[in-house]
């Protein structure tokens, strides 16, 4: 059976949607156990579904390393320590996203022949059901070309075992599609990966979304900056659509002629079903939550974290970084 801790505090609708997703979860899975790490008071309702541990304290948005570890009875500490004290399968928290990567990273530590973890999420591109995996895009600020080349192996398995793609295309995020184009590791990783089984060459951001690739490699900070614009450009044309259709009478009505295929544009860029971000490399799986995650975002997290613990992808990870 698997055993999955989960961090119910610290998410930005606080415990309710992740109490609510356990117990959708486990009506689903009777071959998991869930720890359920955080107030106890708060956690009445899941007395006789899961284990309880209390550990009130939550870690703030804006913690450091340092001041995360110190915070011996917070929700995401305990979480994790108990994660590596009962050697346990896999941690889910919605809370601070730093915080979380960096108490996990401290306590659990990267897997045998890992350099560096890398923090990986699924976008959604413009053919409808399909994602691309991308990668890193926080954990770390820099990378060197080495590192590139194992998140292209992990990207590699993670796209197999969770979206089912028998030989996953990769590319490197660059400013141009030429083997010359990219930053100093961008381009020394082409060299490492060129004329390597499914290595497709560099991609830039404007077409990191057009369905094209399965996986898209690049240093965390450029990832943490494609991530963000992505989701600010994701934003600012839904609040600018929302305006148009309101401005009259008319463009009401035309709405209604269009709802259709605005509501399959909405469902391909949903968040929700992607069940966040995932830090491979770990010494177990690490499932960040969206902060905003409602009932059914957080029980889509509890599926991704069951399905790479049940795959073990932490070992074929290890194993397939053992062969370099």
């Not at 660059?174 to 560099?202: C, H, I, M, Q």
């Not at 079903?273 to 997290?301: P, R, Y």
């Amino acid at each position: 059976m698997l055993n999955i801790i989960v961090d119910t505090l610290g998410s930005d609708l606080g415990s309710a949607p992740v109490k609510e997703a356990i117990k959708n979860f486990l009506k689903l899975n009777d071959d998991v156990k869930i720890t359920a790490v955080g107030n106890q008071d708060e956690l009445k309702e899941l007395e006789g579904l899961c284990e309880i541990v209390h550990a009130p304290d939550i870690v703030p948005m804006e913690a450091g390393p340092l001041e995360v570890m110190r915070m011996k009875n917070s929700s995401m500490f305990v979480a994790n320590r108990l994660m590596k004290e009962r050697q346990a399968d896999a941690v889910v928290s919605a809370g601070s996203t730093g915080g979380f990567l960096s108490c996990a990273t401290l306590l659990l530590k990267t897997a045998p022949n890992v350099k560096r973890a890398a923090l990986v999420a699924p976008f959604p591109t413009k053919i409808k059901g399909k994602k691309v995996v991308i990668l890193d895009i926080g954990a770390s600020n820099e990378n060197s070309a080495e590192e590139l080349v194992q998140f292209a192996k992990m990207g590699t398995l993670y796209s197999k075992i969770i979206y089912n793609v028998k030989e996953p295309k990769v590319y490197l995020l660059s400013n141009g599609t030429e083997a010359g184009k990219g930053s100093p590791s961008g381009k020394e990783a082409y060299k490492l990966l060129d004329g390597k089984e499914g290595f497709n060459g560099n991609i830039e951001a404007r077409n990191a979304l057009s369905g094209e690739a399965d996986v898209i490699v690049c240093d965390g900070f450029t990832g943490n900056v494609f991530l963000k614009s992505s989701e600010g450009m994701a934003k600012m044309m839904a609040g600018m659509m929302k305006a148009a259709f309101k401005k009259n009478l008319w463009t009401m009505l035309g709405y209604l002629h269009v709802k259709k295929g605005i509501n399959e544009m909405v469902e391909t860029m949903d968040y929700k079903s992607t069940g966040g971000a995932m830090l491979l490399g770990i010494n177990g799986v690490v499932v960040k939550a969206h902060g905003s995650s409602d009932a059914f975002a957080f029980q889509c997290a509890l599926n991704v974290a069951k399905n790479l613990a049940a795959n073990k992808i932490n070992e074929k990870i290890s194993e397939e970084l053992a062969n370099e």
